[in-house]
C-alpha cells in the first residue's frame, strides 16, 4: 500500500512494509518514488541503471526521461513520485497506475495540498478525510455496485486514477494524463499459427510473472484458468520451489451446495485432478461459515465501500490462511475478460443488452433502495455509453465483432474492474501478493484482436485457451464447462444475513432510510436461490442482504454524511 500528502508545511510519500521507496537527493533535486506491486521485464532497465529493486528502476528512468518513462514499465503496481527541484523546492506529486488497473490510487484535494492513498480508509481514518455521499456517488453505489467508474472514488471530491493514467499535481492544481490506451490492429494469423502463439504468449507472459526469490503457491479451482497456471508454474524454470496448490472450500459444502446455470458442480473432482496431475503438495482451505458470515463487517472497511459480501470475506479468510505460509500466490483474475469466459459473451440475448449485461435487471435494486426507474436508467446507461465512446475498433469490424470489442473493455473497466479490486483490497488487508499473469497488458493488447471465431472456438467460452493446452492438461480438465469462483450456499449464512437486516429495518441505523421497507421483507421470504444473480453470476438475495449490512457498515464506520 502508499499513501501520502502535500500541504503548504508538509510533503511525504510512505508505504507499507510489502512496498519499497527510494530517493535521490543532489544539490539541485530532491527525488523519492514509493511503489507497490512488480515490474515485469524491467531486465534491460535494471542492467542500465545497476538498480536492486524495482522503486529504484523507477526513479532512475523518471529522472531520465520525466513522466515519458511510464510507458516503458509493465506489471501490476501503483507508484508515487514526489520531485522537488531548484532553490525553491518546486514540488511535484505524481500518481501512476498500471495499465490494466491491478492497483488502486484514491486522492482529494483538501485546503491546502492533496492526500493519496491505496484505498479509501486509509483516507477516512488516517488523513481523516470527510466521507461525503452526494446524489451521484450513492446511485454508484446503490445502482452500480460494488463496480465503480474508473476515476471515480464514489464519494465527493475524492478521485481515482484509471488503468494507465497518471496524475500530476503542482502549485495547487492538478492534471490528469493518459499514457496506455488498447487499440485495435488487424488479425493475421492463420488458424494454427493462432492457437500455437496463444499458448505460446499465455507461458511467455506468465513466465515474466514467476521471477521471485520467495516461493509462490497456485490458487486451483480445478477450472482452465487456475489449471493453465499451475502447469505453466509447474513446467517453469523459474520455480525455485516444490509446487503447492491451494483451494478454498466451506464447512459442509456437500450438503449445502445447489447446483445452478452459472455453477453447476463443484471444484472438488477437478482439483483432485490436475493435483494429481501435476504432483502438487496441496491444501484445501475450509472455511467456518460463521467466521465467514461475521467477515463481511470487516471486509466493508477494507474496501470503504459496500462490496460483494461473503465473496469479499471468504477471499479475505483464504488470503489469511495463506500468508501463514507464503508471501505470493498465483491467481487466474481477468481471463474471462480477455477471452470471453462470461455467459454474456455467448448468451445472444445478454450479448445484445444494451447496458451491463452482469447487472441487467436493475429492478431489484430500484425495488429496494426505492429508486425510480428512469431516473436509475438515465443514471447506469449515461456510465454505459461513455464505456462504448471509449472502445477502439477497425472499419472491418462487422456487427458481431464491434460488439465484442465493446464486451471486452466493458468488462475489463466494469465488471473484471470489481473483481480486481475485490482481489487487491482482500489480499492487501492479508498482506499476501497476488499475481495475476492473464492482467499482463501484452497477453490483453492480443486477446482484444483475437477474433470471436477463435476466441469461442469450438463454440465454447475460453475456446482458444482450451484448445491451446488441449494434450497438455487433463481431457476433464479442458472440457469442463466454466464455473465461478466458490461460494457458500450455507443456511447459516444466510440466517445470519437475514437476522442483521432484520435488526437495520427495526432500528435507525443509517441504512435504513435508504430501504423500502415492505419491499424489502416481502423479498427476504422467497428462496434464496429462486431469483436471477442481481450482479454477476454469484449474487443472489443472500449477497443483496449482504450488500445491505455493509453498506450499513460504512455509513456507521466513517460517519458517511448523505447530502
Excluded at 530517493?23 to 535494471?46: A, I, Q, W
Excluded at 477450472?223 to 509446487?243: C, F, M, W
Excluded at 450482479?535 to 455493509?550: D, H, K, N, V
Amino acid at each position: 500500500m502508499i499513501f501520502g500528502q502535500i500541504s503548504n508545511d508538509r510533503a511525504s510519500i510512505k508505504g507499507s512494509p510489502q512496498s519499497e521507496t527510494a530517493t535521490l537527493n543532489t544539490l539541485e533535486r530532491k527525488c523519492s518514488v514509493v511503489f507497490f506491486g512488480h515490474l515485469v521485464d524491467s531486465f534491460e532497465l535494471t542492467k542500465k541503471y545497476k538498480t536492486k529493486t524495482d522503486a529504484q528502476t523507477v526513479l532512475h528512468h523518471y529522472l531520465k526521461k520525466g513522466n515519458k518513462s511510464f510507458v516503458d514499465f509493465s506489471g501490476s503496481y501503483a507508484f508515487a513520485i514526489l520531485d522537488r527541484i531548484g532553490e525553491n523546492q518546486k514540488t511535484t506529486l505524481t500518481l501512476v497506475r498500471d495499465r490494466i488497473g491491478t492497483k488502486n490510487i484514491f486522492y482529494t484535494k483538501t485546503p491546502n495540498g492533496i492526500v493519496f492513498a491505496s484505498n479509501l480508509q486509509q483516507l477516512f481514518l488516517k488523513f481523516k478525510v470527510r466521507a461525503i455521499l452526494d446524489s451521484d456517488g450513492l446511485n454508484t453505489m446503490l445502482l452500480l455496485g460494488p463496480s465503480r467508474p474508473q476515476d471515480s472514488g464514489v464519494y465527493k471530491n475524492i478521485h481515482a486514477v484509471s488503468a494507465g493514467h497518471f496524475v500530476e499535481y503542482a502549485d495547487n492544481e492538478t492534471t490528469i494524463s493518459q499514457y496506455y490506451s488498447l487499440q485495435s490492429v488487424p488479425f493475421e494469423m492463420s488458424f494454427d499459427d493462432s492457437i500455437e502463439y496463444a499458448k505460446e504468449i499465455i507461458r511467455l507472459r506468465t513466465d515474466s510473472y514467476l521471477q521471485s526469490s520467495s516461493p509462490i503457491a497456485c490458487f486451483l479451482s480445478g477450472g482452465i484458468d487456475s489449471s493453465v497456471l499451475t502447469y505453466l508454474y509447474k513446467n517453469s524454470p523459474n520455480r525455485k520451489s516444490a509446487l503447492t496448490t491451494i483451494s478454498v472450500d466451506y464447512k459442509d459444502s456437500e450438503h449445502d451446495f445447489v447446483a445452478n446455470s452459472f455453477q453447476p458442480e463443484s471444484d472438488k473432482n477437478y482439483i483432485k485432478i490436475m493435483s494429481k496431475f501435476v504432483a502438487s503438495k496441496h491444501i484445501d482451505i475450509i472455511l467456518d461459515n460463521e467466521e465467514l458470515s461475521k467477515a463481511i463487517y470487516q471486509t466493508a472497511i477494507f474496501r470503504g465501500l459496500p462490496g460483494m459480501a461473503d465473496i469479499d470475506s471468504s477471499l479475505y479468510l483464504l488470503c489469511k490462511n495463506v500468508k501463514q505460509h507464503f508471501d505470493i500466490a498465483l491467481s487466474g483474475e481477468c481471463a474471462d475478460e480477455i477471452f470471453g469466459g462470461y455467459p454474456w459473451y455467448h448468451d445472444i440475448s445478454l450479448r445484445e443488452h444494451q447496458g451491463f449485461a452482469w447487472s441487467k435487471d436493475l429492478g431489484v435494486r430500484t425495488n429496494i433502495f426505492d429508486i425510480d426507474n428512469n431516473v436509475a436508467t438515465r443514471f447506469v446507461d449515461k456510465h454505459y455509453l461513455a464505456t462504448l465512446a471509449s472502445v477502439s475498433g477497425l472499419q472491418t469490424d462487422d456487427e458481431l465483432e464491434k460488439r465484442i470489442r465493446e464486451l471486452f473493455v466493458l468488462n475489463l473497466n466494469w465488471f473484471g474492474a470489481s473483481l480486481l479490486e475485490r482481489k487487491e483490497m482482500m489480499s492487501g488487508a492479508a498482506g499476501l501478493q497476488v499475481r495475476m499473469p492473464f492482467t499482463d497488458h501484452k497477453l490483453v493488447e492480443f486477446a482484444y484482436n483475437l477474433p470471436w471465431a477463435l476466441k469461442s472456438l469450438d463454440g465454447r467460452e475460453k475456446g482458444i485457451m482450451r484448445q491451446a493446452f488441449k494434450g497438455l492438461l487433463p481431457d476433464a480438465i479442458i472440457n469442463r464447462k466454466k464455473s465461478p469462483y466458490p461460494k457458500s450456499f450455507s443456511p447459516i449464512y444466510f440466517d445470519f444475513v437475514k437476522e442483521k437486516v432484520l435488526q437495520i429495518i427495526s432500528s435507525n441505523s443509517p441504512a435504513s432510510v435508504l430501504l423500502n421497507k415492505s419491499n424489502l421483507l416481502k423479498l427476504m421470504e422467497s428462496d434464496p436461490m429462486s431469483q436471477q444473480p442481481w450482479y454477476g453470476q454469484l449474487m443472489r438475495l443472500p449477497q443483496l442482504l449482504g450488500y445491505i449490512i455493509q453498506l450499513d457498515t460504512i455509513l456507521k464506520e466513517f460517519k458517511v454524511t448523505i447530502i
